[in-house]
């Protein structure tokens, strides 16, 4: 611990003090109790000869902790011939020590947890490094061009070699990694020409594109295959014609471009202790026709099959897992891209249910020509763009996914960028409360959708624009048709509204060219402006509520001529007396064999007394129901037999 006198610097440094041997260091605070060493000036020669950094300096009666060894705080001390680092001291930072032309050893104690990149870069007379027990992290570029240095030991608490670490260190003939190490970086030991002997413990998971290029070891290996640890690092030599590959068992990681650019690969089968595929690791694999993904695969890299234009089937044997595997980048991560056909314990899927669970798909089934229908869970909750891109068969969808469908679609694609226009039938599961406004708009292709009773709103723009849609099944439940609901369905001919809708709102059927006939409810209490707007083919609206709707200017003025009324008998003098419906020159009583509303799901049995309003589907009034259809209270209501106390049902 050293008590001296400091001074504050406006430049490079905040303190300067000496060490036990009288050489000035200086320092910048990390905070009000800890220390990182720095330069006097940038790129000036702040350091000369032996410098021991102390772990402590005591400053104006407080102890501050040396922690840290700052960026570029040794760079260019070319006369710097060794340096002492305390085990105060837990991190080393970038360049901190680069060219230090006369440094000759360096002793990096347990406490450094991580050397940071290029600390000690063309140090080209660096001959000895000891790295303790506590390093995790040595940097990319650390010890590049360390031409001197002719062996290294990492230690098993080392978990990662970045990227270019030992590059070109032309001296090396041997290193020893322990048992801990997981991950070596992209040409991590490139252009070492002298390296003999590595040993390469069994924990290494990830080895990086040419991490042993241009080494004498390398060079040694047999064609073929070449693992290390429990990665395939890649394909040495020409791989033959025809050749089929079965990954090692116990392997975990095929590595960025393990097999990149072997056009001889027929198909490969991976087992299951595989779980991750690296980026680029099938690129321009051009004779590849099929590839066998086991379940335990969790990742599949960016571009891992790009080029792989011969690919016909994928083999997995389980869908959830499948649905699980996070494909990173681009579509070309997904070997369907070119394959187009997925097969589930060698049967082709068609019909595919997404396994409850699953939670989210990203790229999973892109330009999966064999699907025809897909089943969504509620359990889903995300669908990333292209998870279903270009599957051209795919024409039916069942959506039981809130989540899914209660998304606004104002602002985004509608159900069409996510399933493809190609689709021609919908339906909406009972889990389904809310469909997000504008969500089938543009699905021109869609020719059927069923909405649930769960459903209680058609929202904004639903269906605006669907001119193939010819059906609508809209189940009981539903109360509110949103404006321009089905805008511009120009194929909808009919349409048969359940009993419990209550408001129709503005433009909710405009531009309906092809609709000849709409069936009202008799719970409907609204009508907006231009609700039919556009409907040059309505000639017939079978209205079963007893009291008029309140309406805007819901017709167009032709309609008044053309369009037959059909309401109950008792009622027509209302609407001959009621605003914009005493226009219509044709207001007839509704008659047994008109369309009627669709009913409600569920049943319900009444008990008929003198409370009750009965009438016939003329309005005629009835002393009790009878067989078959009755309007009780304003509600369509189904008989079974002559009515007797108890026994009505409402369907």
Same mark, same amino acid.
């Given at each position: 611990?050293?008590?001296?006198?400091?001074?504050?610097?406006?430049?490079?440094?905040?303190?300067?003090?000496?060490?036990?041997?009288?050489?000035?260091?200086?320092?910048?605070?990390?905070?009000?109790?800890?220390?990182?060493?720095?330069?006097?000036?940038?790129? /000036?020669?702040?350091?000369?000869?032996?410098?021991?950094?102390?772990?402590?300096?005591?400053?104006?009666?407080?102890?501050?902790?040396?922690?840290?060894?700052?960026?570029?705080?040794?760079?260019?001390?070319?006369?710097?011939?060794?340096?002492? #680092?305390?085990?105060?001291?837990?991190?080393?930072?970038?360049?901190?020590?680069?060219?230090?032309?006369?440094?000759?050893?360096?002793?990096?104690? $347990?406490?450094?947890?991580?050397?940071?990149?290029?600390?000690?870069?063309?140090?080209?007379?660096?001959?000895?490094?000891?790295?303790?027990? $506590?390093?995790?992290?040595?940097?990319?570029?650390?010890?590049?061009?360390?031409?001197?240095?002719?062996?290294?030991?990492?230690?098993?608490?080392?978990?990662?070699?970045?990227?270019?670490?030992?590059?070109?260190?032309t001296a090396l003939t041997s290193v020893d990694m322990l048992e801990g190490v997981t991950t070596i970086g992209v040409e991590v030991f490139v252009g070492c020409t002298s390296l003999t002997t590595i040993a390469i413990p069994h924990s290494v998971m990830s080895v990086g594109e040419g991490a042993f290029a241009d080494t004498p070891w390398y060079a040694s290996q047999p064609d073929g295959i070449i693992y290390v640890g429990v990665a395939l690092y890649t394909y040495k030599g020409t791989m033959p014609p025809n050749t089929s590959v079965e990954v090692r068992e116990g392997i975990k990681t095929l590595s960025v471009g393990a097999l990149r650019g072997c056009?001889?690969?027929?198909?490969?089968?991976?087992?299951?202790?595989?779980?991750?595929?690296?980026?680029?690791?099938?690129?321009?694999?051009? $004779?590849?026709?099929?590839?066998? #993904?086991?379940?335990?695969?969790?990742?599949?890299?960016?571009?891992?099959?790009?080029?792989?234009?011969?690919?016909?089937?994928?083999?997995?044997?389980?869908?959830?897992?499948?649905?699980?595997?996070?494909?990173? $980048?681009?579509?070309?991560?997904?070997?369907?891209?070119?394959?187009?056909?997925?097969?589930?314990?060698?049967?082709?899927?068609?019909?595919?249910?997404?396994?409850?669970?699953?939670?989210?798909?990203?790229?999973?089934?892109?330009?999966?020509?064999?699907?025809?229908?897909?089943?969504?869970?509620? /359990?889903?909750?995300?669908?990333?763009?292209?998870?279903?891109?270009?599957?051209?068969?795919?024409?039916?969808?069942?959506?039981?996914?809130?989540?899914?469908a209660s998304r606004q679609y104002s602002d985004h694609p509608s159900f069409n960028y996510l399933f493809g226009n190609q689709v021609t039938e919908y339906v909406i599961g009972e889990d389904v409360t809310t469909i997000g406004d504008h969500a089938f708009e543009n699905c021109t292709n869609v020719t059927a959708i069923t909405i649930p009773y769960s459903v209680t709103t058609i929202g904004k723009g639903l269906f605006r624009g669907c001119t193939g849609l010819t059906s609508v099944t809209i189940s009981n439940g539903v109360t509110v048709i949103d404006q321009e609901a089905f805008y511009g369905c120009t194929s909808l001919a009919t349409i048969t509204l359940?009993?419990?809708?209550?408001?129709?709102?503005?433009?909710?059927?405009?531009?309906?060219?092809?609709?000849?006939?709409?069936?009202?409810?008799?719970?409907?209490?609204?009508?907006?402006?231009?609700?039919?707007?556009?409907?040059?083919?309505?000639?017939?609206?079978?209205?079963?509520?007893?009291?008029?709707?309140?309406?805007?200017?819901?017709?167009?003025?032709?309609?008044?001529?053309?369009?037959?009324?059909?309401?109950?008998?008792?009622?027509?003098?209302?609407?001959?007396?009621?605003?914009?419906?005493?226009?219509?020159?044709?207001?007839?009583?509704?008659?047994?064999?008109?369309?009627?509303?669709?009913?409600?799901?569920?049943?319900?049995?009444?008990?008929?007394?003198?409370?009750?309003?009965?009438?016939?589907?003329?309005?005629?009034?009835?002393?009790?129901?009878?067989?078959?259809?009755?309007?009780?209270?304003?509600?369509?209501?189904?008989?079974?037999?002559?009515?007797?106390?108890?026994?009505?049902?409402?369907?």
């Amino acid at each position: 611990m050293l008590a001296i006198m400091l001074s504050v610097h406006a430049s490079a440094y905040r303190i300067e003090a000496p060490n036990d041997e009288g050489v000035t260091i200086y320092y910048n605070y990390i905070n009000n109790t800890e220390l990182e060493v720095t330069y006097r000036e940038r790129n /000036s020669a702040s350091y000369r000869g032996a410098v021991a950094i102390p772990e402590t300096v005591t400053y104006d009666g407080e102890v501050l902790k040396v922690t840290s060894i700052g960026t570029e705080a040794f760079a260019n001390c070319t006369a710097l011939t060794s340096v002492t #680092i305390p085990h105060s001291v837990t991190t080393v930072k970038g360049k901190s020590f680069a060219y230090c032309y006369s440094l000759t050893s360096i002793t990096i104690p $347990g406490s450094v947890k991580t050397i940071g990149n290029n600390a000690f870069q063309y140090c080209n007379k660096l001959a000895a490094v000891t790295l303790s027990d $506590g390093l995790t992290t040595i940097g990319q570029h650390v010890f590049q061009d360390c031409t001197a240095l002719a062996s290294i030991t990492i230690p098993g608490s080392v978990t990662t070699i970045d990227d270019y670490a030992f590059r070109r260190c032309t001296a090396l003939t041997s290193v020893d990694m322990l048992e801990g190490v997981t991950t070596i970086g992209v040409e991590v030991f490139v252009g070492c020409t002298s390296l003999t002997t590595i040993a390469i413990p069994h924990s290494v998971m990830s080895v990086g594109e040419g991490a042993f290029a241009d080494t004498p070891w390398y060079a040694s290996q047999p064609d073929g295959i070449i693992y290390v640890g429990v990665a395939l690092y890649t394909y040495k030599g020409t791989m033959p014609p025809n050749t089929s590959v079965e990954v090692r068992e116990g392997i975990k990681t095929l590595s960025v471009g393990a097999l990149r650019g072997c056009e001889g690969l027929t198909s490969v089968t991976m087992p299951t202790s595989v779980t991750t595929i690296g980026d680029e690791a099938f690129r321009r694999c051009t $004779g590849l026709t099929s590839v066998t #993904i086991p379940h335990s695969v969790t990742t599949i890299g960016k571009n891992a099959f790009l080029g792989c234009s011969a690919l016909t089937a994928v083999h997995i044997s389980d869908l959830a897992a499948w649905c699980h595997v996070q494909f990173n $980048g681009d579509t070309y991560s997904n070997p369907l891209i070119y394959a187009h056909h997925l097969y589930l314990n060698g049967e082709e899927i068609h019909d595919l249910v997404i396994p409850d669970g699953v939670t989210t798909l990203v790229y999973t089934f892109t330009a999966c020509y064999g699907l025809t229908s897909v089943t969504i869970p509620n /359990s889903l909750t995300t669908i990333e763009d292209y998870t279903f891109h270009d599957c051209p068969n795919m024409t039916k969808v069942t959506l039981n996914s809130n989540a899914v469908a209660s998304r606004q679609y104002s602002d985004h694609p509608s159900f069409n960028y996510l399933f493809g226009n190609q689709v021609t039938e919908y339906v909406i599961g009972e889990d389904v409360t809310t469909i997000g406004d504008h969500a089938f708009e543009n699905c021109t292709n869609v020719t059927a959708i069923t909405i649930p009773y769960s459903v209680t709103t058609i929202g904004k723009g639903l269906f605006r624009g669907c001119t193939g849609l010819t059906s609508v099944t809209i189940s009981n439940g539903v109360t509110v048709i949103d404006q321009e609901a089905f805008y511009g369905c120009t194929s909808l001919a009919t349409i048969t509204l359940p009993s419990s809708i209550t408001d129709i709102k503005k433009s909710a059927f405009s531009g309906c060219t092809s609709l000849t006939s709409v069936v009202i409810p008799s719970q409907v209490t609204f009508f907006g402006d231009n609700v039919f707007n556009g409907c040059t083919s309505l000639t017939h609206l079978y209205c079963y509520a007893e009291e008029p709707p309140r309406t805007g200017i819901a017709f167009n003025e032709s309609h008044y001529d053309t369009v037959t009324l059909h309401v109950p008998a008792a009622s027509i003098p209302d609407y001959q007396n009621f605003p914009i419906w005493y226009h219509f020159k044709h207001i007839i009583a509704l008659a047994n064999v008109d369309p009627k509303p669709t009913n409600v799901e569920h049943v319900t049995v009444f008990n008929v007394n003198s409370r009750n309003t009965v009438y016939d589907l003329n309005g005629r009034r009835r002393q009790q129901p009878q067989k078959g259809l009755n309007i009780i209270n304003g509600r369509t209501v189904n008989v079974d037999c002559n009515a007797t106390l108890g026994s009505v049902r409402e369907r």
